[in-house]
């Protein structure tokens, strides 16, 4: 589990901002779900033959007797929120959630037990276009942050009845070769062989590699609802690989599934996957309705991000205020408060622990403040405050505190001018 330190929070910021602008402008509110949910929850809906609900997830047992864990993704709150609050009802619904997940890994760069996602979904359109709109959303979102090195993988899983004589060509064909099978194979080889596919042990590639491929057993719908939605990509020009053999780690998608990769981050090249979930909302008791989502994983773009150096510098205080002196330390603080509230949003930052002028001047320009005001025996004595632009040879001026704020305000435009 990480601390995101005051160094790295820039390009945390700096992607949520863009991401939160991005959902509004494809029309997705916010919502927020709890941390916890009961196990069944996800056992359910995750799926009992996958890597989360076998061995990641953090569960416990509260003083109440019941399995409770932390949520190893969003959807299945998400789904289990708009069931339980009654905003089903042949609705159609766009919405996000953002924070942490838990999953009890192996650490390593880019994997962690506690992780951030922004989680996207859209519950009620049954359609390929919002397979589209979800694709597009993350395609715009790399080109706003300035990340180049991305690729889109893409497959369908088709309907579960697609599935249903896969699964069974698939069995047969791991079956003949029983002897290969890691131990986490041969327990989903019965349960869900579909699952093996997903496997990360490099000793398996070999034998997943000359598999069946579900495209060959797909059905009409499930070959038009995919077509569609690579025409509507080829027509916003989104370039994607389809890769037959991309399932994804959770039981309940159907249909479109996608991952964006990249090769710039080593192993965990995956940066952003999702897929449609239609059988999921009846499974977990709503009424049967359409969904698709997908999550990001924030930690691995905001590795991007930092590399891109596309964040946006931190801003620096307007003004940094130096004060020398029993006497003018003691009035040094109402002096800020009251350009804070003359000033809102600037940065009014104060010397704090006193100094001399020399180590007062030196942290002021440390801070990146653009003016300092100084305020010492003297300027109390004539009744004035001292202003110093930092950033260009200029000498002091003076001006009575009253009108400090006017005074501040416009030389920060003016300092703004001849900086550009
Ligand atoms: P992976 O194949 O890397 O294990 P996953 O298929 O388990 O990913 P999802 O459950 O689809 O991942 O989660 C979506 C995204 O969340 C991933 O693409 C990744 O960017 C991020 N993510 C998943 N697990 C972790 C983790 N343990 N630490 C950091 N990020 C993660
Ligand atoms: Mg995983």
New binding site residues.
Partial sequence: MNDVLPGQIGAWRHLDGVLRGLLRDYGYEELRVPVVEHTELFRRSIGEFT??VEK?MYTFEDSGGDSLTLR??ATAGIVRAVITNGLLRGARLKVWTAGP?F?H?R?QK????????FSVEAIGFAGPDIDAELIALGARLWQRLGITRVRLLLNSLGTSAARHGYRSALRAYFEAHATVLDADSVRRLQGNPLRIL?S?NPAMQALIQGAPVLSDYLDEESRAHFASLCAMLDAVQIPYTINPRLV???DYYSHTVF???TDALGA???????GRYDGLIAQLGGEATAGIG????????VDLITQAGTTPAAAAPAVYLIASGARAEAVALQLAEALREALPGQGVQMNLGGGNYKAQFRRADRSGACLALILGDAELDRGVVALKPLRREAGQIECPPAELGARVRRMLQEELWTTI
Avoid: N, S
């Avoid at 880019?110 to 996602?117: K, N, T």
């Avoid at 997908?294 to 773009?301: I, P, S, Y």
């Fill in positions: 890597d989360i990641e190893p993704e997940m999953r890994e650490p880019g994997r962690f037990r506690e992780f951030y996602q997903d990360k994804r780690g959770l991952e964006w990769v965990q090249d995956a940066i952003c996957a999702g997908f999550a990001l994983g924030q930690e691995r773009v």
